[in-house]
Structure formats: structure tokens, C-alpha cells
């Protein structure tokens, strides 16, 4: 084989159009534009999404939803979630080691859900009120 031999496999290449060169070439005429209209026009144009004056589909469907950027680095622990870690001082570093938030997170608030027995002390963790009561209600302490 050499490299000036190489041809691409029969059937995969097709000649390209050549429009507007008679009506041998079956693109003669109008060549492919159809009859009149802004579309059969040279600079013919209109607006992406323009549909005739109706109003378009993007302003027909209401507007929905926000997704903050914050949320994707924070996250709520659950106080079940506490109780069944075996570490006595919890802060960000050992909720990650222990699988309970991501690795990206940067700020993480400890709710009330569930229950919490034993005693603990929360570090640089940001605690609703209701968790602050049951963590010192089970002897912890929250340290801001």
C-alpha cells in the first residue's frame, strides 16, 4: 500500500451540490430556495426562535427554578448521621473522612432529625436551634 494510492471506501463520499447551475444539475432555477419569500432573497434572515409574529415557544413556557452555585458547596447533616459516627469531636475534616458529606463541600449545618444519645462536641459547624438543644440536651457541647 502506499500513501498516494489511499482512496476513501466506495459509497462513503458523495459529490457536493452545485446550486444554480442549470436545469441539468436539478438545483437550477431557483436553486433550492423555493419561490419568493425572505428566505428565497439575498440577506434574507430572521431571528432564531422567530416564528412569524406568534409569540415564540421560549416565551410561551413560564420561567422556572434557580439553582444557587452555594448549594453545590454546602449540605445538611442529620443528627442520625452524628450518632452513627464513632468520633467524639466532629468538624467538617471528620464528617469527610467519614463519607457523611463530599470532598467539595466547604460549610456543612447540622438539623434536627433523629436522635442523638451520646455525647458529643460539634466544631465549626453551623447548628439549627432544635439540634442545639438535643446536642446539649445528650450532655454535648456546639463550639462555633
Do not use: C, W
Not at 432555477?29 to 419568493?36: L, M, Q, V
Not at 410561551?60 to 448549594?71: A, E, T
Not at 459547624?125 to 457541647?141: F, M, P, Y
Amino acid at each position: 500500500m502506499r500513501l498516494n494510492t489511499i482512496k476513501p471506501s466506495e459509497g462513503s463520499t458523495s459529490n457536493r451540490k452545485r446550486v444554480a447551475r442549470g436545469v441539468g444539475s436539478g438545483h437550477g432555477k431557483t436553486a433550492g430556495r423555493g419561490h419568493k419569500g425572505q428566505s428565497s432573497r439575498s440577506g434574507g434572515y430572521h431571528k432564531v426562535g422567530f416564528e412569524g409574529g406568534q409569540m415564540p415557544l421560549q416565551r410561551r413556557l413560564p420561567k422556572v427554578g434557580f439553582s444557587s452555585r452555594k448549594s453545590y458547596l454546602t449540605e445538611e447533616i442529620r443528627l442520625y448521621q452524628i450518632e452513627g459516627m464513632s468520633a467524639d469531636v466532629i468538624d467538617l475534616e471528620a464528617l469527610k473522612s467519614a463519607g457523611i458529606v463530599s470532598r467539595r463541600v466547604t460549610k456543612a449545618k447540622v438539623i434536627l432529625r433523629g436522635e442523638l444519645t451520646r455525647k458529643v462536641t460539634l466544631k465549626g459547624l453551623s447548628v439549627s436551634k432544635g439540634a442545639a438543644e438535643a446536642v446539649k440536651s445528650a450532655g454535648g457541647s456546639v463550639e462555633v
